[in-house]
């Protein structure tokens, strides 16, 4: 069993700043890369960050010079640091976990990904 959970959204005005959090758990072997998405009702759910075993990450070019993603290995957990977020920010963020587990059938992989949290930033 694993579980992905997030953390840290909330309300702040445009220019200000938030820090989601993201912990894995359960029976992992091993996390291979770890992201951000974020997803507005009605619409297809987007790339906002992710960040590799090793460190590598990538950027949607909407959030490229203002959010920081990084990752605590021996903590399985990432986080996602958005500076001068703007309304167009303002969305339901998802964490996604690519990771190997500990299965019946041995060690398999698989795609987890949290409930999402809640970003707005008003005007």
């Known amino acids: 069993q694993v579980q992905v959970v997030e953390s840290g959204g909330g309300l702040v005005q445009a220019g200000g700043s938030l820090r989601l959090s993201c912990a894995a758990s359960?029976?992992?072997?091993?996390?291979?890369?770890m992201g951000w998405y974020r997803q507005a009702p009605g619409k297809q759910r987007d790339l906002v960050a992710t960040?590799?075993?090793?460190?590598?990450?990538n950027y949607a070019d909407s959030v490229k010079g203002r959010f920081t993603i990084s990752r605590d290995n021996a903590k399985k957990t990432v986080y996602l640091q958005m500076n001068s977020l703007k309304p167009e920010d303002t969305d339901v963020y998802y964490c996604?976990?690519?990771?190997?587990?500990?299965?019946?059938?041995?060690?398999?992989?698989?795609?987890?990904w949290g409930q999402g949290t809640q970003v707005t930033v008003s005007s």
């Open positions: 960040i590799t075993s090793g460190g590598s990450t």
């Open positions: 359960g029976s992992i072997f091993s996390i291979n890369a």
């Open positions: 996604n976990a690519d990771l190997m587990y500990y299965s019946s059938g041995g060690i398999r992989k698989g795609d987890y």
